[in-house]
């Protein structure tokens, strides 16, 4: 948030891979939004129920190889350890929480959750992150997001990757768009705004602060649902939580810390 705000002070373009920021449908909505066409946002709805991201598929018998010491093993089965992915409701969810908040013009104020990890077996390869995580957010008006994100492998398991924002008026949901085309692909389109921003050709452009706080709305809630406590912005904003490695030489000890555990889990 420091950098953001000098990158602000300085009139740098920064875009965030935040895709949906540059994505014509979303800009579209947020368009009939601010002009009153679905009134006042009363509640919202972000979900990422999927499959999971298992880089351990690739590996020989899907296992650690014994010549890896901590630090190759975690960073090769990175989206597995909270202390490089974030746990899903960061590292993949975000994108959800994100339009949400974007749609808001700001970010949540606290929040309760739960989750746990019911189909991962408890193999080294498979970390110490949640499969699932329910997470009911408040915004500063009273606006309540209902954040729902899983994991589960599987044939014929219900997917649905959408935000929904229920207005006085009306209502926006991408679910709509599942399976369908967009004129041009978002991926490709945020370079575009982020080049035309830099040259001057288009919009200035600067997502870092807004996409921060998205951030660390996400990770909020990842500690409400580890700890189980209700867990403020404020809290967030002066927490000590620190969860990298004091050295990062491939070949030091770095052992994987449990699954968290709600009620013995320790908010920092």
Known sequence: ??????????????KSGAQRRSQAWYLEQ???LKDGEIGDIVALNANWVGTPVLQFNTWPNKKRNP??????????????FVWICGDQ?????????????????????????SGGASWRPREEEDGNIFDHIHADFVYPNGVHMSSHCRQIPG??????????????KGVIDSASLRGGRTAVDP????????????????????????VAESTMTCIMG???AYSGMKITWDMM??????????SFDYKDSFPVPPLPVPGTYKFV
């Open 67 to 80: 010549n890896w010491g901590d630090m190759e093993f975690q960073n090769r089965g990175w989206y597995s």
């Open 237 to 246: 904003m002066s927490s000590q939580e620190d969860l990298l490695p004091k």
């Open 222 to 224: 990842r500690e409400a």
């Open 30 to 32: 947020y368009k009939r």
């Open 187 to 210: 991926y490709v389109q945020e370079h575009m705004d982020m080049v035309n921003s830099v040259l001057g050709k288009g919009p200035y452009l600067n997502e870092s602060m807004a």
């Open 155 to 168: 044939r014929g398991i219900a997917q649905n990757v959408s935000e929904r924002i229920v207005g006085s």
């Open 1 to 14: 948030m420091d950098s953001a705000r000098k990158s602000e002070q300085m009139k740098l373009t920064v």
């Open 89 to 113: 409701i960061v590292e993949q969810h975000l994108h959800n929480i994100d339009v949400c908040n974007w749609y808001m013009g700001t970010h949540p104020v606290e929040v309760v959750a």
